[in-house]
């Protein structure tokens, strides 16, 4: 179908490979950009919630630092100059503080810019995910008889995330969860009954 019967691409088919080289140039562009501000020898930024695509989000950021000032537990960092292109972008680092998922998000609302932003502001957390937490039982106490729940008790979301079960032992459910980390460094097991893995938003 890609040619008439004399072999000669017909004009619909030359445009639909002009936009495949065109698509592949800009992928390879957009990999390229990505590897010099964000290099694949350093784990990504995890940016505040409602934070658009990395490329994106260091277009729309002018590093005004105004999502930082208003984040109540002072979870958003600003980026040190080592960071090259990203320097003074926010991001996040749970094991020093997480986000406390606030439930009208004042970093997202303070953002001047849109690099900060909901698609559908009345979904709120709805679509966030800042990571994915998974829930290690043989790490936890009460799987050994020891009665606990500090984790359950700091989820700021509540048992829509992470509930106890009648005999006291966490349900994580991962369809309510945020992936704040805030369980991750609640819990009183070292290491942590929880990891955390930066997710996509
Ligand atoms: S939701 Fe609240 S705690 Fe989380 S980054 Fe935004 S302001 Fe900070
Ligand atoms: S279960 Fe953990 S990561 Fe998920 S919302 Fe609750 S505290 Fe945050
Ligand atoms: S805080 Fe840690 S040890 Fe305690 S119930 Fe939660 S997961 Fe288990």
Same mark, same amino acid.
Do not use: Y
């Given at each position: 179908m890609g040619a008439n019967p004399k072999g000669v691409f017909q004009e619909g088919?030359?445009?639909g490979f002009m936009r495949a080289g065109l698509d592949r140039w800009v992928q390879r562009l957009v990999e390229e950009t990505t590897e010099r501000v964000t290099p694949a020898?350093? #784990?990504?930024r995890q940016r505040p919630p409602g934070?658009?695509?990395?490329l994106g989000f260091l277009a729309a950021c002018t590093r005004c630092g105004e999502c930082a000032?208003?984040?109540p537990p002072e979870a958003i960092r600003l980026a040190p100059g080592e960071?090259?292109?990203?320097?003074g972008t926010p991001y996040i680092d749970p094991r020093l +503080?997480?986000?406390t998922a606030c439930p009208d998000l004042p970093c997202v609302e303070a953002c001047p810019t849109g690099a900060l932003s909901l698609a559908d502001a009345a979904a709120g957390w709805r679509d966030i995910r800042?990571?994915?937490?998974?829930?290690?039982?043989?790490? *936890?106490? #009460?799987? +050994?008889?020891?009665? *606990?729940?500090?984790c359950a008790t700091a989820c700021p979301v509540g048992p829509s995330a992470l509930a106890l079960d009648d005999e006291g032992r966490p349900v994580l459910r991962r369809e309510g969860c945020v992936g704040c980390g805030v369980c991750v460094r609640a819990c009183i097991t070292a290491p942590s009954s929880f990891d955390l893995t930066y997710g996509d938003q």
């Open positions: 088919d030359r445009r020898s350093r #784990t990504p934070a658009l695509p990395e000032r208003f984040c960071d090259g292109l990203a320097a +503080q997480p986000c800042l990571g994915e937490v998974e829930f290690h039982p043989e790490r *936890c106490v #009460t799987f +050994q008889g020891v009665s *606990c729940g500090v």
